[in-house]
């Protein structure tokens, strides 16, 4: 098949993953025939450099013309300054409301082979296979914002609203995707105090009539957070808003290992989604080609995956990426004590993919 990829490596260490999950692409377009062709766009903090904004509209048109966005990470020191009017996360959460993508599907399957690099015992991370659909166009990030000035000098405020609608989708699909896997769907909210919760829940249930082979349970998000580090294995299929979601799958990176290791797909109507590694521009490691680039190569399998419907593809590359860390090809995040470079930990995959079953 043909496929255009568009990718935006961003900042820190976005541009040094990026550039190994394409060459992973590459890779398996010349080993199952299929031509990818790639184009690099400008977003987050090297846009405001170049164009004095975090998401160009050429780097837009090209995302909405091409079948996936592969993106690397946004954001760094450099453009922290809490006054500034730009900020690089601008553009990534602009292309996700441009591209109207809704759900972000966040998966964690902890490698055995690694359960000793957890800070967690081993017990806890047993079993541990689970899928967090965060709602990724609502919320708190897309709400009104500003400061206004109060009694004691000025005060600050932003807003959290979700529609029906908008729970709705992002619950539907957290219910199709639970129907083929283990048929537990579990919805995070605060309901106990929020008005947007409240609702979250009520359309949830009403959604669950939906799929009356699916089981829904409902949890509160603070012991949510506890249960993740301690009972992690009961969970399936969990579905949350927006921050709930950004936050609770940090946490979940250290189940498996390392923040480097998780991928994400955020997902909308049509096909075309766009994929990223769930951490960030990890300024502390950037540019020094250290950085764990697992992440975004699992990232580039769910690419296979879900937008151009290359399953064998996809299991391909998250096997070739298993069976590397299993012989303990490790970068530096996961504790090695001679760790591999991202280049060379890129390069490792791809031997493995060659080695492969076809
Ligand atoms: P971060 O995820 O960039 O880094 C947190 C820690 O994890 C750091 O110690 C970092 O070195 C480590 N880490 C992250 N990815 C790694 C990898 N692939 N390999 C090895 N170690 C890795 O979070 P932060 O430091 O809070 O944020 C830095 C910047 O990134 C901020 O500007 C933030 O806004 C941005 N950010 C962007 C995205 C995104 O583009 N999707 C996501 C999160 C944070
Ligand atoms: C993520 C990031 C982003 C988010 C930031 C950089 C806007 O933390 O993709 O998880 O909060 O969605
Ligand atoms: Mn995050």
């Given amino acids: ?47 405001i450099d170049a164009r004095g904004t975090a998401l160009p509209d050429e780097t837009l048109a090209a995302c909405r013309a091409a079948d996936a966005v592969l993106l690397g990470a946004v954001g ?37 082979a690694l359960s000793h690099i957890s800070p967690l015992k081993p017990e806890r991370i047993k ?27 000025e005060q600050a405020f932003d807003t959290m609203i979700y529609s029906t609608g908008e729970i709705r989708r992002v619950v539907r699909l957290a219910f199709q995707l639970a129907r083929g896997r283990r048929k537990l769907v579990t919805s995070i909210d605060k309901a ?43 969970f399936d299929v969990l579905v949350t808003e927006n921050m709930f979601g950004d936050i609770l799958t940090d946490e979940a990176a250290v189940l498996a290992g390392s923040l480097g290791l998780l991928p994400s797909a955020s997902l909308g109507a049509g096909p075309r989604g766009l994929y990223e590694p769930i951490h960030g521009s990890a300024p502390d490691i950037a540019g020094q080609g250290i950085a764990n680039p697992v992440g975004t190569i699992l990232s580039a399998a769910m690419l296979l995956r879900h937008s151009l419907c290359l399953e064998k593809e996809a299991a391909g590359v998250e096997a070739a990426v298993n069976r590397a860390l299993q012989e303990g090809k490790h970068t530096a995040d996961l504790g090695a004590k001679s760790p591999l470079t991202t280049s060379q930990m890129g390069a490792t995959i791809r031997e493995r993919l060659l080695a492969g079953p076809r």
Avoid at 90 to 111: E, H, S, T, W
Wanted: hydrophobic share 40%; with cysteine.
């Fill in 76 to 112: 760094g020191p450099k453009w922290d300054d809490p006054t500034a009017k730009v900020r690089p996360e601008q553009g990534l959460l602009g292309l996700r409301k441009a591209l109207q993508l809704y759900a972000n599907l966040r998966p964690v399957r902890p490698l055995p």
């Fill in 192 to 234: 106990n105090v929020l008005e947007t919760s409240r609702l979250w829940r009520q359309v949830a249930i009403e959604t669950a009539k939906e799929f009356p082979d699916v089981k829904l349970e409902h949890q509160l998000v603070d012991s949510a957070a506890m249960r993740l580090v301690t009972h992690a294995a009961q």
């Fill in 1 to 47: 098949m043909k496929a255009s990829i568009a990718l935006t490596p961003g900042d820190g260490i976005g541009p040094e993953v990026v550039q190994e999950a394409r060459l992973v692409l590459e890779e398996v377009g010349r080993r199952h025939g299929h031509h990818f062709s790639f184009t690099e766009h400008l977003l987050g903090g090297c846009a």
């Fill in 127 to 153: 079993g541990v296979d689970f899928l967090v659909v965060r709602e990724l166009t609502g919320g708190l990030y897309f709400g009104a914002r500003g400061r206004r000035p109060s009694e004691d000098g």
